[in-house]
């Protein structure tokens, strides 16, 4: 049960990849750009902890959340969804305490989380009023 999920989490971090890929692709603002892809760049590392972990070096990104991600900018616009990104990453947090207990590893892939859903709410609240962007960590 316990590989399992973390062969959940290592699939689900690869996918985030790809969402930041493709949300970078689809961002005009320079500045919002690298955010983006430093978020990206942090989910990648994500992935490479979970599989120490596992042991699994086989599975590739997919776009299961990049499509969705994608159709939910087109239709709501980037606050929204960034906005509900920062939900889920706030939500990541949550799901990886219990291994994080177990693994030391994951407790900072859990910080990592809570500090993505921060920066996009931070991102959402800047794009809103017109503001310079956050920098990730900040």
């Not at 892939?109 to 709410?121: C, M, S």
């Amino acid at each position: 049960m316990e590989q399992k999920l973390l062969l959940v989490f290592q699939q689900s971090e690869l996918d985030a990849v790809r969402m930041y890929q493709v949300l970078t692709e689809g961002a005009a603002d320079e500045n919002e750009k690298q955010l983006l892809r430093q978020l990206g760049a942090v989910e990648g590392r994500h992935a490479a902890i979970l599989r120490g972990i596992t042991g699994i070096s086989d599975l590739k990104p997919t776009d299961k959340m990049a499509k969705p991600v994608g159709l939910l900018r087109e239709k709501l616009g980037k606050t929204a969804t960034y906005t509900l990104l920062a939900l889920g990453e706030h939500g990541a947090y949550f799901l990886y305490q219990p291994l994080a207990r177990k693994y030391d590893a994951l407790k900072q892939v859990a910080q990592d989380e809570r500090d993505h859903g921060n920066t996009l709410l931070r991102l959402v609240k800047a794009l809103r009023r017109s503001l310079p962007l956050p920098v990730l960590g900040n």
